[in-house]
């Protein structure tokens, strides 16, 4: 059984950082790419960040871009989302996810990927 675990949220103020871990578990997990999403009160998931395994291609949501990074430790199965000045609208739940194998390079989009973890809250207060 596969699993994603998210860890490193918490409270932090504006123009603060925070360092979010998603590690994979399971034997039978393989996948092409991960991604961080997010869901504040009130509002739709939205795309935060992805990354490809193999090659370390990422990706980021316009609205992070210029302030967080993503990357992976292939071998701990583990992706972080490092998130540098941090803005109040940036509080949500922040989710990570895998996907299962190459299924086109929309990493935006929710429904490619299978596996998500529980959640992990980020606040940031201003």
């Known amino acids: 059984q596969v699993q994603l675990v998210e860890s490193g949220g918490g409270l932090v103020q504006a123009g603060g950082s925070l360092r979010l871990s998603c590690a994979a578990s399971?034997?039978?997990?393989?996948?092409?790419?991960m991604a961080w999403f997010r869901q504040a009160p009130g509002k739709e998931r939205e795309f935060v960040a992805a990354?490809?395994?193999?090659?370390?291609?990422?990706y980021l949501g316009d609205s992070v871009k210029g302030r967080f990074t993503i990357s992976r430790d292939m071998n701990k199965k583990t992706v972080f989302l490092q998130m540098n000045s941090l803005k109040p609208e940036d509080t949500a739940v922040y989710y990570c996810?895998?996907?299962?194998?190459?299924?086109?390079?929309?990493?935006?989009?929710?429904?490619?990927?299978?596996?998500w973890g529980q959640g992990t809250q980020v606040t940031v207060s201003s």
């Open positions: 990354i490809t395994w193999g090659g370390g291609a990422t």
């Open positions: 996810a895998a996907d299962v194998g190459y299924s086109g390079g929309d990493y935006y989009r929710q429904n490619k990927y299978i596996y």
């Open positions: 399971g034997r039978t997990f393989s996948s092409y790419a």
